[in-house]
């Protein structure tokens, strides 16, 4: 594949972004994707160090409505980047703003809750609405193994 001014180099056979979903149920404590990696999930103080959203995230947990759903980002997302102080931004805006090459756009998933919103682009950024607050009782930290 050519992407701008690389040629990408990708295993025969391999696809990408095609994927089913994968459901993240309220008991679940690791889940494994079809590519090896594995989501867990823990309990976390709401005073734990705040991980840098790439490879885990710690979130509201009152502000989650499960099944959540682990899929691949679609034109049209939207989300909310932690640190945009509320600003939406188009995941396709995002990604080109981070310089992506078109293999790690396909690549790119995205942690939906219940409600539809995006909470999470495991390996990127966090949004800003399951942030934890001053005011937050319960948290989960997310992490994703590769």
């Known amino acids: 594949m050519i992407d701008r001014d690389r040629i990408v180099l990708t295993r ?5 972004g095609t994927s089913d979903p994968v459901q993240i149920e309220e008991n679940d404590l690791m889940v494994s994707l079809p590519d090896g990696a594995r989501l ?3 309990p976390a103080m ?3 160090p705040f991980p840098n959203g790439r490879d885990s995230v710690i979130v509201d947990q009152e502000k989650l409505h499960f099944p959540l759903l682990l899929r691949h980002w ?7 980047p932690f640190g945009m102080d509320g600003q939406h931004q188009k995941l396709q805006d995002f990604f080109t703003n981070l310089k992506l090459s078109r293999l790690e756009k396909e690549r790119a998933r995205v942690l ?24 937050t ?9 590769r």
């Open 46 to 48: 709401p005073a734990d």
């Open 112 to 135: 939906e809750n219940g409600d539809g919103k995006i909470i999470w682009i495991p390996g990127y950024r966090s949004d800003e609405r399951f942030r934890v607050k001053t005011d």
């Open 74 to 80: 679609r034109p049209g997302d939207v989300f909310q």
């Open 40 to 42: 867990i999930l823990t």
């Open 12 to 16: 025969s056979g391999e696809t990408v």
């Open 137 to 145: 009782r319960n948290a989960l930290k997310i992490a994703w193994i």
